[in-house]
């Protein structure tokens, strides 16, 4: 609809149907009728017959573990979604040998937290049983489920170096055998994305700016360089929450608003707000 009017009513709306699969293997299911990716999740339950609760995270157009095709904030009207759901659970002991774990951690917008990269050569790396892909149940114990990815981050950040701690994992369920591929008349061959919103409830059009990639890539190297682990969905929440700071304290201010539990400290917010600063014009 133009600026400023209201979204037609529900049954005036396009009616949008998306094929679906479970990653270890399934017959295709068909979904519609969702806002976000919560009520995705239950609309796939609901086809498989599952808990919606056992749904971790989905991929596009590949039944693999693959975060390059994590489902996050687009969807396309062509794309098939592979749901991964939890398989085997596993409790680790970490050595925090380093301060820098070398993880990269997201969420599924729906209260589990899980690991989106390992960085080669890190602490984390060192340890077999620990994959891309692994949920974050909980740390020493205490239970992670429902917590954001930013929580998360900041609890592996907060461990003091030079001890153990105990990580509760669940890995996504493994296929028994290999995976028969679609026919390609099983996907509508229609074009176009739509934003698949994390946090409202709508589906509508929506494009990453120049600025807001820019920006939030160079948050996220500042975050390497402070926390120790790169995490652009916070990344991408700073520079949302930064974009119109008049200056480091409004940007301190937005900040400790919605993330006052990491209490940055002023020269990373000044850093922070020169990153999102250099974007906007395109440095």
């Known amino acids: ?32 009728g969702f806002s976000n990716v919560r009520e995705l999740y239950g609309k796939i339950a609901e086809a498989f017959r599952i808990p919606p609760g056992e749904v971790m995270f989905c991929t596009l157009n590949t039944h693999k573990v693959d975060m390059e095709k994590l489902l996050g904030g687009q969807i396309g009207l062509e794309d098939f979604i592979f749901a991964h759901t939890k398989g085997q659970r596993k409790e680790v002991e970490v050595f925090k040998s380093e301060d820098a774990l070398g993880l990269t951690i997201t969420d599924n917008g729906a209260g589990y937290a899980f690991i989106k990269r390992i960085r ?11 994959s891309v892909g692994d ?21 592996l950040k907060d461990l003091p170096r030079g001890r153990t701690f105990a990580l509760k994992l669940t890995e996504p369920r493994k296929a028994f055998g290999p995976m028969g591929s679609r026919s390609a008349g099983e996907v509508p061959k229609a074009k176009g994305r739509l934003a698949l919103s994390l946090t409202e409830k709508c589906l509508c059009p929506l494009q ?4 807001e990639e820019l920006a939030v890539a160079k948050v996220d190297d500042l975050l390497e360089s402070y926390m120790g682990i790169r995490d652009s969905e916070l990344a991408a929440t700073m520079v949302e929450l930064g974009r119109d700071a008049r200056d480091p304290d409004a940007l301190a201010q937005a900040l400790d608003s919605q993330l006052g539990d990491f209490a940055f400290p002023d020269e990373f917010v000044f850093d922070v707000w020169g990153a999102i600063g250099d974007a906007k014009v395109g440095r």
């Open 120 to 130: 080669e050569g890190s602490v984390i790396d060192r340890i077999p049983v620990i």
């Open 135 to 155: 949920m974050i149940e909980a740390i020493d114990g205490q239970s992670l489920v429902g917590a954001r990815h930013y929580e998360v981050a900041k609890m």
């Open 208 to 211: 990453p700016s120049a600025f």
């Open 1 to 32: 609809p133009p600026p400023g009017l209201p979204p037609p009513p529900p049954a005036l709306r396009p009616r949008l149907v998306f094929h679906t699969q479970l990653a270890h293997g399934s017959p295709t299911g068909r979904v519609e």
